[in-house]
């Protein structure tokens, strides 16, 4: 598959005033139960146009994952519009086979999209990865050409020759997710949802993933929507994060602006060749922490680290560093700290702000 130009294309992902609630059975006292409404998703509208690599964060419990099975079509919304390639993942119950199988539209849209969801697998538990891809292939039937393309690409990129023959349940965590990866790829989807590919991964096996999803979104244009709690995935993968709380759109840009809008900051973590008092006369940064030869400098997120670690660098006998990101629960609370005047929301309609907040979008 060709990359295409994002800037030509019209929006792959449509999402317009969606909105999911579930209903739940409560205990109410010892005996009684009652019916009580969540809503998981409320009023959401955005899009992604191809070839876009969109993050997609926000607390436990937000929306993230609901919003990803409305897309697939594994759940169905409660209104507003979806539109995944022009298709409606979830068609009207009309449209659906009557003996229960998928509508021609739901297989349609299979052919187009790939999930991996990073706490399940959708391989075979029992057979070797390589048994699995060839169930991926009769599944999707693609043809035996691509289907070695993609294949060899797929093994090359996430090294898993050594794997193809071990059982699935055998396989290590980031040595399964590597191989789901492949699995969700190997029918050439443009569209890739990713529910927390990072997730209980080693930083070695992180890596891996993260260089592999670049690959596949510069060579094949694939279009990724990628929810994480690692802000680091956000920043080495991501021009454009969105940001949903309480099921509802509160940030939609680039990292930079989130983490101004946040008004946060980051940790520089330096380890000095010895014990030191606190570093003191770094420009733009503060001391937080001291430990042992270890310290930790505070410092505006929406900042670069570059000059901090030069000033640092030329005074302390530094050995090591490393930036700590805040996680994307401590950023969410500083954008609600941080205030905000109220917005246009993506789309252009003006939406009623969540918690007396409104949608924050530095680019319009
Ligand atoms: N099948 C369901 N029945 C009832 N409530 C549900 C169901 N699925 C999700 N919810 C509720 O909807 C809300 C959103 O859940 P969702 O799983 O989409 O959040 P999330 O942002 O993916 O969270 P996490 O980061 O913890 O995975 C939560 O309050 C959750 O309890």
Redesign the pocket.
């Known amino acids: 598959m060709g990359k295409t130009d994002p800037a030509e294309a019209e929006p792959l992902i449509e999402v317009a005033g969606v909105e999911k609630v ?1 209903t ?1 059975r409560r205990k109410v006292g010892r005996l009684r139960r009652a019916r009580h409404q ?1 809503r ?1 998703v409320d009023g959401l509208t955005f899009q992604v146009p191809r070839g876009e690599m969109v993050g997609y964060i ?10 990803i099975k409305m897309l697939t079509g594994i759940l169905t919304p409660s209104g507003g519009r979806l539109r995944v390639a022009g298709i409606d993942p979830s068609p009207s119950s009309r449209l659906r086979s009557n003996r229960g199988y998928p509508s021609r539209e739901r297989t349609r849209l299979a052919r187009r999209i790939g999930v991996v969801f990073g706490q399940r697998t959708t391989l075979w538990w029992d057979l070797p990865l390589k048994d699995s891809y060839e169930l991926v292939r009769r599944m999707y039937r693609v043809p035996a050409g691509a289907f070695r393309t993609n294949l060899d690409r797929c093994v090359e990129l996430l090294d898993l020759a050594p794997l193809l023959d071990v059982p699935v349940r055998q396989l290590s965590l980031g040595q399964r997710m590597r191989g789901d990866l492949a699995a969700a790829l190997l029918h050439d989807p443009e569209v890739l949802y990713l529910d ?1 590919p990072t997730i209980g991964l080693d930083v070695t096996s992180k890596a891996k993933v993260r260089a592999f999803l670049h690959e596949v979104n510069a060579e094949r244009g694939t279009t990724v929507l990628l ?1 994480t ?1 690692d802000l680091t995935d956000i920043e080495q993968l991501c021009r454009r994060v969105m940001v ?1 709380d309480h ?1 509802r759109l509160v940030f939609d840009g680039d990292l930079a602006g989130l983490r101004a809008a946040a008004d946060g900051e980051r940790l520089l973590v330096v380890d000095l060749a010895a014990e030191l008092p606190p570093i003191e006369g770094v420009p733009g940064a503060r001391t937080a922490k001291v430990d042992g030869p270890r310290q930790w400098l505070a410092f505006p997120a929406a900042h670069s680290a570059a000059p901090l670690v030069t000033a640092v660098a030329a005074r302390y006998p530094l050995v090591d560093l490393a930036v700590r990101e805040p996680d994307v629960e401590t950023l969410i609370a500083e954008l609600y700290a941080g205030g905000g005047a109220a917005r246009v929301a993506p789309g252009g309609a003006t939406r009623p702000a969540p918690r007396d907040r409104a949608v924050i979008c530095p680019h319009d």
């Open positions: 579930f739940v969540v998981a926000g607390p436990n419990g937000a929306g993230k994952s609901t919003t927390e929810t709690h949903i099921g």
